[in-house]
């Protein structure tokens, strides 16, 4: 069965720059989209990155996506930080049957 | 404007029947499919399957298959969560998505909590 594992959480000050990574496990992450999700507090999940690299309309330009094939790892880059980017994250890509979902990444901007 | 409205919480006992509802508006609800997804109190997203409101073709995750029923009702752009004997470990919020023409969720339900305790 194909997993993605985040780590658990990261933090980083307002104005810098973070990365969330995803790493596949069980297959190759690049044999299927990867997309990521914002969850803040209380509230329903939105995308930020889908097929790997797009933005939705309405979602920043600080938001990128990457995939490495070496690392068979995909990354979530936030730039400028702001304190409404304190959520969690989650990726999410496919494997033969299933919708894969990580196991979520909690940012704190302090 | 695309909205999905979820039914309100709901509290009950183990062994009841459940059916939740997320309606759909703003699009035609047949073409799209609209996905499940459980988050267990302070735990991570699981996706749970997905229907076609079109022609009522569903796909279920293998940790879901049984557990759970998908349904829709589309002469009132309505998809259904079902449940014939609920558990104690059925206790999460429950939230509908559509997925969007590109393949992720691009507008999700603002999610139904479901308590179950006796």
């Known amino acids: 069965n194909f997993m993605l594992t985040q780590p658990h959480s990261v933090s980083e000050s307002p104005g810098k720059t973070v990365t969330i990574s995803c790493t596949g496990d069980g297959g190759s992450i690049a044999a299927n989209y990867v997309q990521w999700y914002q969850q803040r507090p209380a509230s329903a999940p939105i995308t930020v990155i889908f097929?790997?690299?797009?933005?939705p309309s309405g979602v920043p330009a600080r938001f990128s996506g990457s995939i490495d094939s070496s690392s068979n790892s995909a990354s979530l880059t936030i730039s400028g930080l702001r304190t409404e980017d304190e959520a969690d994250y989650y990726c999410q890509s496919y494997d033969t049957v299933n919708w894969v979902f990580g196991g979520g990444t909690k940012l704190t901007v302090l | 404007e695309v909205q999905l409205v979820q039914s309100r919480a709901e509290v009950k006992k183990p062994g009841e029947s459940l059916k939740i509802s997320c309606k759909g508006s703003?699009?035609?609800?047949?073409?799209?499919?609209i996905a499940w997804v459980r988050q267990m109190p302070g735990k991570g997203l699981e996706w749970m399957g997905i229907?076609?409101?079109?022609?009522?073709?569903?796909k279920y995750s293998p940790s879901f298959r049984g557990q759970v029923s998908i349904s829709a009702d589309r002469s009132i752009n309505t998809a259904y969560l079902q449940w014939s004997s609920l558990k104690a470990s059925d206790t999460a919020m429950y939230y509908c998505?559509?997925?969007?023409?590109?393949?992720?969720?691009?507008?999700w339900g603002q999610g139904t909590l479901v308590t179950v305790s006796s």
């Open positions: 703003g699009y035609i609800f047949t073409s799209n499919w």
């Open positions: 998505a559509r997925q969007s023409v590109a393949g992720y969720l691009d507008y």
């Open positions: 229907i076609y409101p079109g022609d009522s073709d569903t």
């Open positions: 097929e790997d690299i797009q933005r």
